[in-house]
């Protein structure tokens, strides 16, 4: 089993939609989560930082359950830029980052 | 946020010679830095860990001796790809995390990457 895993997707949505992702991870010893977002032949940036209470930052919404070793997204009224790859990191012990395969989001008109 | 610079940007080179990239932490002091390797429609892999002043932790299945990496400064760490194969074309990306006791100190930032190709 790999340690984080991702639906690598294609997620195809129309504009306004709600779209949620997954993302499991293997090693209960884990410290921390986060989502990050790639675009296209780029570096990848911070999306948001995951916590136990779960957490929102304008659409975004990011939920982790420990018991399920598990994290989501939910984006809420998509935009066209959100297209993009987005990359579930799960630090393990002594913070070594692993990134999932990222899912790719694709937001029509 | 923190800015992650990297140079050079995107870099040719002929089978054989060696190409040296460097990873800067433009306006904080970065205790760790990682660098990845990322081949198209794959994600990072992780390739190794740099702490400076000290030596870097590789990956399993990461060459030691064909990616030298070299964390010198606190601001400043370099990846050399020795004798460059087709194969080591790839995006390389660093990232540096700011030190223990800081806020962010989990947070990664991602320099924009290099692109290699080895002809």
């Known amino acids: 089993r790999k340690e984080v895993e991702q639906d690598p997707g294609p997620f195809n949505v129309p504009e306004g939609a709600t779209v949620a992702f997954n993302c499991t991870y293997s090693?209960?010893?884990?410290?921390?989560f986060f989502w990050y977002r790639q675009d296209c032949r780029k570096e990848p940036k911070l999306l948001m930082s995951?916590?136990?209470s779960g957490n929102e930052d304008g659409r975004f919404t990011a939920q982790l359950n420990r018991a399920s070793q598990y994290i989501s997204l939910l984006i809420r009224d998509s935009k066209l830029s959100d297209s993009a790859t987005y990359l579930c990191v799960v630090n393990g012990p002594r913070y070594i980052p692993t990134f999932g395969r990222g899912t790719s989001l694709i937001v029509h008109p | 946020g923190a800015v992650v610079s990297q140079h050079p940007s995107w870099v040719i080179c002929k089978s054989g010679t060696s190409v040296k990239i460097e990873c800067r932490s433009l306006?904080?002091?970065?205790?760790?830095m990682f660098w990845y390797r990322q081949f198209p429609k794959q994600s990072l892999m992780l390739m190794a860990t740099s702490n400076e002043g000290s030596k870097a932790t590789y990956e399993q299945g990461v060459e030691k001796d064909k990616f030298l990496i070299n964390h010198a400064s606190l601001t400043l760490s370099t990846l050399t790809v020795t004798s460059a194969h087709p194969e080591d074309s790839s995006f390389y990306i660093c990232s540096a995390r700011v030190g223990e006791g800081r806020e962010n100190y989990n947070e990664q930032f991602f320099g924009p990457g290099t692109r290699l190709t080895v002809l």
């Open positions: 995951v916590y136990s």
């Open positions: 306006d904080f002091q970065a205790t760790t």
């Open positions: 090693n209960s010893a884990s410290q921390s």
